[in-house]
């Protein structure tokens, strides 16, 4: 783990963010002791966020099938 002082991680604030995203986490000393962590944060995918499907239908045929579903539910 990468370790920089407060001054050091002030000034090179970019550098800190880049070495804890490929570190896992950087750590920043003060002088009277303290010490900090800083890590990325993990960011869980959308469960709306899927792959899309390749069909080999067309747009007509698409709307055709949503019209006959509509009809079948009597929601014309």
């Given at each position: 783990?990468?370790?920089?002082?407060?001054?050091?991680?002030?000034?090179?604030?970019?550098?800190?963010?880049?070495?804890?995203?490929?570190?896992?986490?950087?750590k920043?000393?003060?002088?009277?002791?303290?010490?900090?962590?800083?890590?990325?944060?993990?960011?869980?995918?959308?469960?709306?966020?899927?792959?899309?499907?390749?069909?080999?239908?067309?747009?007509?045929?698409?709307?055709?099938?949503?019209?006959?579903?509509?009809?079948?539910?009597?929601?014309?």
């Amino acid at each position: 783990m990468k370790v920089y002082t407060f001054s050091e991680a002030r000034q090179k604030f970019s550098a800190v963010l880049d070495s804890a995203q490929l570190e896992g986490a950087v750590k920043i000393t003060r002088r009277d002791g303290r010490a900090f962590l800083i890590r990325p944060v993990q960011v869980s995918p959308s469960p709306l966020d899927v792959k899309g499907v390749k069909l080999t239908l067309s747009r007509e045929e698409i709307v055709s099938a949503v019209r006959e579903g509509r009809e079948r539910d009597g929601h014309s």
